[in-house]
C-alpha cells in the first residue's frame, strides 16, 4: 500500500505564501515517473494544479503559472509546491498524487493517478 503523506496547508491572507510537502517510501519514489498535485474546492471537481517529472520537466495549470513552484527533493522522498501570491480562489483541499510504479503522469485529467494522498486543506482570506 502506498502512501503520501501530505503537510503544510493552512490559513493565509491573500497575497501570502504557503509551502506543501509531500513525502513518501524510498522505495515508491524511486520507482515513481513523477508526481503532482490537485485541488478541490467545496461544490467543485478535483482539478489539476501542477506535476512534475524533473527540474527540467514541469506543467502547471494555468491559473498558478508564475505563482506556483513544484520541485522535488530526492534526498528526503518528498515532493513540495511552493505556493506564492495566494488568491481566495486558490483556497481548497490539495493532493499529492502519484500514477503506480513506473507509469507516467499526465499534463491534465486524473485518469493517471492511482495513488492519492488524505489532503491538506489551505484557506486564503
Known amino acids: 500500500h502506498v502512501q503520501l503523506v501530505e503537510s503544510g496547508g493552512g490559513s493565509v491572507q491573500a497575497g501570502g505564501s504557503l509551502r506543501l510537502s509531500c513525502t513518501t517510501s524510498e522505495a515508491f519514489y524511486r520507482g515513481v515517473n513523477c508526481m503532482g498535485w490537485f485541488r478541490q474546492a467545496p461544490g467543485n471537481e478535483r482539478e489539476g494544479v501542477a506535476v512534475?517529472?524533473?527540474?527540467?520537466?514541469?506543467y502547471y495549470d494555468d491559473s498558478v503559472k508564475g505563482r506556483f513552484t513544484i520541485r522535488r527533493d530526492n534526498a528526503k522522498n518528498t515532493v513540495t509546491l511552493e505556493m506564492n501570491s495566494l488568491k481566495p480562489e486558490d483556497s481548497g483541499m490539495y493532493y499529492c498524487?502519484?500514477?503506480?510504479?513506473?507509469?507516467?503522469?499526465?499534463?491534465?485529467?486524473?485518469?493517471?493517478?492511482?495513488?492519492w494522498g488524505q489532503g491538506t486543506q489551505v484557506t486564503v482570506s
Open positions: 512534475i517529472w524533473s527540474a527540467a520537466m514541469t
Open positions: 498524487a502519484a500514477p503506480s510504479s513506473g507509469r507516467g503522469c499526465a499534463k491534465t485529467g486524473a485518469s493517471w493517478v492511482k495513488n
